[in-house]
């Protein structure tokens, strides 16, 4: 995104403020519907039932014809104009006929599943996803020290903290939830989540989840908690072996030839957090911009 920057002027400082007032010129021109929530810029919004709520809400807009669950996408073709998109359902093998397919499958399935008609698509079982687990651990507030910031009746005031490797703690950082947004912990608790693992900690992968719970509940007693307040209540432990897609030397060369090859196949979009950056944001603003182009696509295709 810095290096995006110089698009816009002839440094960063100047580049930022060409964009600032480009963003503004955007809002002005297409303002928000009035029936969404307000909300002020660089504001944390989430969803009181996770971030599930969005796929959620689609599928019972667009409905179960329209929508459909445990398929999972095997191979694809050309059929002429069309494109032939084969899945594993509960019911047995299917085919869809379709004017557009847009993929967003992680790079170890698009990989598989594209090669064929994108050859550019089989590097992408290259850019490396390291494992990282996820740990939501609660914890009563008398248990916390005296942190930077707190206040009475509130010892976590704050989006979280992160840590560096040389503090020697394993975990990766812990987002307060409960200081975050309301209603995630009940009265005399707070909410922690907590990442650990990534590339420079590969090791997590052979762990068993009790492990993985043990470590991150010493590193939140190391810089939270009291050292004599007993273990959190755990929560929820989740485990990805394959997470976040990194960004390594040759990224941008993969995407350069798969956009190229892609091109090559009309009504074909591939797309993913390895393609526009893995933020929620990012991801959703992909999906609009993508939708775009399929619409597109579709008033001209025969």
Known sequence: RLEGLGDFGPGLVSGAINRFKELAKEKKDNPADPAWRTYKGGQLGSF???LQTLPNAVAKEL?????KTSWSLTKLARDGSHLLATFDTPEGPKTVRAKTVSVTAPTRVAAKVCADLVPAAAALEK??????ASVTMAYRRECFKELPGAQPGKPLVGFGHLLPRRMGVRSLGT????????????????????????ARDRGIAEMTEEEIVKQVDADNHKILLKPNAPMGKLLGCRVWQTAIPQYCRGHLDILAALEKDEAKVPGLYLGGNYRTGVAFGDCVQFGFDEAKKMATYLATAK
């Open 63 to 67: 409905g179960p014809d329209r929508v």
């Open 48 to 50: 009181r039932k996770g």
């Open 175 to 198: 987002i307060w939830s409960s200081s975050l947004f309301p209603n995630r912990a009940p009265e005399g608790w707070e909410l922690l989540l907590t990442y650990i693992g990534g």
């Open 127 to 132: 850019i490396y996803a390291p494992p990282v």
